[in-house]
Structures are given as C-alpha cells and as structure tokens.
C-alpha cells in the first residue's frame, strides 16, 4: 500500500530496509514540485495507514505506526556498486540526514520529521511546525527540524494559526531555557493539540 502510494506521488522506490522502505524524488526524471510530492506521500501514507489499522482492529490484529522522515539536499543519483552488482541508488549527506530523521519521529512522537530545505519549500503550502535544532551525526551546527502537520486546508484554519502562534512562544522559552514560560506556555496549548 504504502509502495503504490509513493509510485502515485511521482517516487522512486530505491530499496526495502527491514520495515523500512528507502523512495526519493527527482530522479531518475526531473521533477520541480519533488518536496511536494514527497510531502503529499507522508499524508497519503498516514491516511493509508489508518485504514490499515481499522483493518488490523477488526481482525484483532496489532496495530502498526509508522515515522517518515524527509529532506531535501544535493544528492549522488545512478548505478552504485561494481560490474558484478550495482543498484540505481541515491548517495549524500542529505540522504543520511533523512534517515536520521526517520528515526528522530518516534523521540518526538510524530508521524513525520522534515529537514530545513524541505520545509522553506513547502511551508506556505502544508502546516508544519518547528520541532527542535539538533545535532546531527557529520555536522558541526544543529539542524532545524520541523514536523508535517497537515495540508493546506489545515494550514489555512484558525485553529492550527493559533496553534502555531502558541507553539513558537514554547518554542521561544525552550532556545531561551526559560522553562517555566516553556512549561506554562505548553499548559496553555495543550487543549490545542
């Protein structure tokens, strides 16, 4: 399902990791609207998932989550390895930094991390909020992470501009280690989330 999913959106499948699936953008065809597509793939994918789930429920099965990370960068794109065996692939720093922003959903109990590049693309166009600056493994400042909240209709409503608003102010006393505003700022906006 969730391979049908980032084919539909305009993906290149580039392997399966375990439970993980690898897909990037913009290659092998060029596309302008690849941050985009990638994002329309994470909300696909989290709509897709809960029909899943509902399936699994009814079953009395295990539920199953899922974190996606996405970036944007420069990156190495063709046939990797040897003359014995190679694979059409996708190599750089910014496909490091997406798988380490996969894993970086589950410590901050969201479904979807983007990276900076990602989001100056999309920001006017999805809901996104700023999670937290991190250091990154290979790179000498922190990186600002931001989270997939929704679609434009979402960006657009009331309710998430409030929202954002009272985010940044908790986000303001946290980079300030103002903790009590931070956490009477976070009790303020907890009957937003």
Not at 48 to 73: F, R, V, Y
Request: net charge negative; with cysteine.
């Amino acid at each position: 399902r969730m391979t049908d999913i980032i084919i539909k959106n305009g993906g290149t499948i580039d392997k399966f990791m375990g439970d993980c699936i690898m897909a990037f953008w913009n290659a092998p065809i060029e596309n302008t609207e690849h941050e985009d597509c990638a994002i329309q793939s994470a909300i696909d994918m989290q709509k897709e998932l809960a029909i899943l789930n509902a399936e699994l429920k009814a079953e009395d099965l295990p539920q199953i989550n899922i974190g996606i990370g996405i970036n944007t960068g420069e990156a190495l794109v063709g046939n990797m390895g040897s003359d014995q065996r190679f694979d059409y692939s996708v190599l750089g720093d910014s496909v490091n930094l997406a798988a380490r922003l996969e894993g970086q959903s589950k410590s901050y109990g969201v479904k979807t991390v983007i990276g900076p590049e990602t989001n100056e693309s999309v920001k006017d166009s999805y809901a996104t909020l700023q999670l937290d600056m991190i250091a990154v493994k290979g790179k000498k400042e922190a990186v600002s992470i931001f989270t997939l909240v929704g679609d434009n209709k979402i960006l657009k409503s009331k309710d998430f501009q409030t929202l954002k608003y009272k985010h940044q102010k908790i986000l303001d006393s946290y980079f300030n280690q103002k903790w009590d505003d931070a956490l009477k700022n976070i009790n303020n906006t907890k009957n937003l989330c």
